[in-house]
């Protein structure tokens, strides 16, 4: 945000989405509240060096110390790091520093000094017993697919794979939508509105419909990490290594083609010998759908892992299991949840997933058939991980 759109913001005075703070000294910690509060509820400006009337007053510090020391705490002063970007202006009565605050969604509300904060009028309050249920129930379902990337844009959208998309619903975008092109990718969540007004993708609309899914910086960890082991251990020689990048899709389809490049093996049925995949292709095909659709992207840093190993093939995706979810619920096909249910119907749209919970199921039956083993589901609750274990081998 650029100063004339922080001095339009002060002109008009305090809101819901703006709020005024004198910043005398760095003790001076309500600010953080309001940070809370903004990224809890629709994202906000903070303003520092003005009084609650408008007036310009100024921060009375060094001001790159302020800005280092407001990017540090945004950092790590709350309960998980904000997404919010920072600005200054010297005026003639002093410095002025504002702080534009996303709307935040992730596994939980975010809290300040352990309280979870909402925006209310133009007051940072705490929400009551009822509404705090609610905002954990918001936080856990879908909304970390629709935070914005920053620095995106409508031209980050591969047009064409949009189109053949909705043309794959059954909808014309050339020949049936009377809406700019950025309207329809508006309306459908692939971009989303800025806190100054500008289209950028969401995650989702990244991940779906981007020209370079891994190319900025929140998302360049999202993809999936191969590697192939001479041995059963992870310090054995690697024999393979490689990188599913893309789309959504795009990934499944590269750690596919990726394992398929390791070749087959030979198994005997009786007297008869077979060469076969190392593990079934439509039961990796489906770990990989599962982790891609279903990871917590809220984990930077991380990649779903596909680890293979003389005994087994082992898929890691980043965070537990959805909505509390235990895992005999999850092979027996119980009611599908999802965090990222519209990367979830995306895939399902193309074709990737046959119908929603009937994954692991189906991974049952192709296991079993394949050689009468069973897949191996763990939950890591503390660490945050699911793993898919797809036994090379029969079992003892």
Known sequence: MEWV?????????????????????????????????????????????????????GVP????????????A???????????????HQDPKGWVHWI????????????????VLVRRGRASVEPGSTEIQELYNTFGLVFTEERIIPGTGSDDVEASVFRRFMERKGVNIAADSILPFETDLLNREVLDRDLDGSLRLTLYGLMC????????APTKSLWVDLVAYAGCNRGDSVLLSGEAKGRLNE????????????????????????????????????CIVNAVAHRDYTILGSKVLVE?????????????LPNHKRPESVLAGGAPRSRNEAMANFLLDLGFMEQRGSGYPRIIREMSAFN?????????????????????????
């Open 209 to 216: 419909f981007g020209k370079d899914p891994q190319g900025h």
């Open 308 to 320: 293979v190993f003389d005994d087994r093939v082992v898929v890691t995706s980043p965070g537990a």
């Open 251 to 286: 990934q499944v389809e590269r750690a596919e083609a990726w394992l398929r490049t390791l070749g087959r093996q030979e198994r005997y049925l009786g007297m008869r010998r077979a060469d076969e995949w190392l593990v079934p292709l439509r039961a990796f095909r489906e």
């Open 5 to 57: 759109q922080v001095l339009e913001r002060i002109q008009a005075g305090e809101d819901d989405h703006t709020e005024f703070k004198r910043f005398r000294s760095f003790g001076e910690r309500d600010w953080q509240d309001s940070v809370c509060a903004f990224a809890n509820t629709d994202g906000g400006l903070i303003v520092l060096g003005i009084a609650n009337d408008g007036a310009i007053e």
């Open 100 to 115: 534009e605050v996303v709307r935040m969604r992730g596994p939980e509300p975010l809290r300040n000094r352990g309280r």
């Open 372 to 396: 009468g083993t069973l897949p191996l589901l763990e939950n890591e609750k503390d660490e945050r991980w699911v793993r898919v274990t797809l036994w090379r081998e029969p079992q003892p």
């Open 61 to 72: 510090m060094d001001s790159d110390d302020v800005q280092e020391r407001l990017t540090s």
């Open 74 to 88: 945004l950092q790590t002063a709350l309960s998980a790091p904000v997404q919010a970007r920072i600005g200054r």
